[in-house]
């Protein structure tokens, strides 16, 4: 039988935000800046199903 294309959706929550914001401010850094290090690790997540997963055709993210 053919292989399914997968689709992937991805959430972050705020548990995320809170702790990149206290990191930031532990480490002396403005508070975007913590948003940067949470791009950061959703390209790592992107990269690893781009390279790990080719039957995931689609990725969707919701975040505001």
């Known amino acids: 039988p053919p292989k399914k294309e997968l689709h992937v959706g991805i959430i ?8 990149k914001q206290e990191m930031g401010q532990r ?10 290090v949470g791009a950061q690790r959703l390209e790592e997540i992107l990269n690893h199903i781009i390279d790990n997963y080719p039957e995931i055709k ?5 975040a505001f």
Not at 27 to 36: F, Q, S
Not at 58 to 62: A, N
């Open 27 to 36: 480490e002396g850094l403005e508070p975007w800046e913590g948003h940067r």
């Open 58 to 62: 689609e990725v969707t993210v919701w």
């Open 12 to 19: 972050p929550d705020g548990i995320f935000e809170t702790s």
